[in-house]
């Protein structure tokens, strides 16, 4: 991949993000009793555990995470792969009575949150659910939008956001990119 055409967030903007991010969902939810954070594979896991963590230490209460597969959920399956990667979904809680705080790292058009909720929904029914993204770029083709944004960001459709995590790439920044085409 080409050099970023420009650095979104660096480590120490992702981590006061996050924090706030945090704040508002104590704010909105009056405490963290009852919520449970799911993160949606890949990148939204890791930022699901960073988020039950601080909130955990804001309110002194366990918020429980899990981590959401939504491969099967995706309307693009057929275009996705001939065998796509089925990877882990583990929900160890009971969703009834619980506020989910749904995470991924970008907000895009909204297709891969669908399919989030319909794989949650399947795993219960839980009190209400709540979006929280570390970036939302826009271009929605569905009508879907995040109660938590760490950054607003207008992009054209032919930029790339790449979200970066020291979980799973050794470093945070988020970066934007230009589109590479085939030759």
Same mark, same amino acid.
């Not at 594979?41 to 959401?68: D, F, N, W, Y």
């Not at 996705?80 to 009834?96: H, K």
């Not at 705080?101 to 839980?126: K, Y």
């Not at 960001?153 to 790439?169: F, Y």
């Given at each position: ?8 967030? +660096? ?27 799911? %993160? ?13 963590? #601080?909130? +955990? ?8 995470? %899990?981590?959401? $597969? ?7 399956? +057929? ?11 583990? *929900? ?11 995470? $991924? ?7 891969? *949150? ?23 770029? %826009? ?22 956001? #790449?979200? #970066?995590? #020291?979980? +799973? $790439? ?14």
């Amino acid at each position: 991949m080409t050099p970023p055409k420009a650095i979104i967030l +660096s480590a120490d903007e992702i981590r006061r993000a996050l924090t706030r991010i945090a704040h508002e969902i104590v704010e909105r939810n009056k405490g963290a009793e009852n919520l449970a954070i799911i %993160g949606v594979h890949t990148r939204g896991i890791p930022l699901a555990h960073r988020l039950a963590a #601080k909130l +955990s230490e804001l309110e002194g209460v366990q918020v429980p995470c %899990g981590m959401l $597969d939504i491969t099967l959920y995706r309307d693009d399956l +057929s275009e996705v792969a001939q065998q796509p990667i089925i990877r882990e979904t583990q *929900v160890p809680f009971d969703l009834r009575n619980r506020r989910v705080i749904l995470v $991924d790292d970008v907000l895009f058009t909204g297709r891969t *949150v669908r399919a989030a909720l319909d794989a949650l929904i399947d795993l219960g029914r839980p009190e209400g659910i709540q979006l929280a993204v570390l970036i939302d770029r %826009g271009h929605r083709e569905l009508p879907i939008r995040a109660d938590y944004v760490g950054k607003n960001l207008p992009t054209a459709r032919q930029e790339i956001v #790449k979200v #970066k995590l #020291k979980e +799973s $790439d050794g470093i945070d920044i988020v970066e934007l990119h230009e589109m590479e085409f085939l030759r």
